[in-house]
C-alpha cells in the first residue's frame, strides 16, 4: 500500500510563490513515477506536472511550463512542487499521484492553493 501526503498549501497573492510537497511512503519515488495534478471549482482533474523514475525526466502542462518546477529527494522519499509567478487560474486543489500500473493508482488527499489578493 503506497500513502501520499500532501502539505503546502495555503493563501498567496498573485505573482507570489508556494512549494507543495508530496511524502510517500517507502521507496515509492525510487521506482515510480510521480505526478501532480489539480483541480479547480466546477473543473475537471488535469495534471499539472510528472517526474520519471529513475530519469527523472519532467513534463508539465502548457499552463505552468515557466513558473511551476517539479523535483524529488530520493532520501527523503519526497516530491516537490515549486509554483512562481502564481495566478489566480492556479487556484485548485493539488493531488499527488503515484500511478504503479498493475499495482495500482494511487493518491493523496490533496492540499488547497488560492492565489487571491
Known amino acids: 500500500q503506497v500513502q501520499l501526503v500532501e502539505s503546502g498549501g495555503g493563501l498567496v497573492q498573485p505573482g507570489g510563490s508556494l512549494t507543495l510537497s508530496c511524502a510517500t511512503s517507502?521507496?515509492?519515488?525510487?521506482?515510480?513515477?510521480i505526478a501532480w495534478f489539480r483541480q479547480a471549482p466546477g473543473k475537471e482533474r488535469e495534471r499539472v506536472a510528472c517526474?520519471?523514475?529513475?530519469?527523472?525526466?519532467?513534463e508539465y502542462a502548457d499552463s505552468v511550463k515557466g513558473r511551476f518546477t517539479i523535483s524529488r529527494d530520493n532520501a527523503k522519499n519526497t516530491v516537490y512542487l515549486e509554483m512562481n509567478s502564481l495566478k489566480p487560474e492556479d487556484t485548485a486543489v493539488y493531488y499527488c499521484n503515484a500511478d504503479l500500473g498493475v499495482f495500482g493508482d494511487y493518491w493523496g488527499k490533496g492540499t488547497l492553493v488560492t492565489v487571491s489578493s
Open positions: 517507502g521507496d515509492t519515488v525510487d521506482y515510480y513515477g
Open positions: 517526474i520519471s523514475s529513475p530519469a527523472g525526466n519532467t
